[in-house]
């Protein structure tokens, strides 16, 4: 019996959920929709972190 891997890749998970949490917690807090370009690089900079850094090599 041959193994078969996972071909589901759902990196792109981490990288919507920052975009999306990183506009809301900016417009949330500052109340300006300007900041929310900023929110949304600083999430999206965070989701690649979190991806890269803290759950590298983890199998599920």
């Not at 019996?1 to 900016?26: C, H, P, R």
């Amino acid at each position: 019996m041959s193994t078969q891997e996972n071909k589901n890749n759902f990196d792109w998970v981490y990288y919507v959920m920052g975009l999306f949490f990183g506009i809301v917690t900016a417009i949330i807090v500052t109340g300006s929709f300007g900041y929310a370009v900023l929110g949304a690089l600083l999430g999206f900079l965070s989701g690649g972190f979190f991806l890269n850094v803290l759950v590298k090599g983890r199998t599920y």
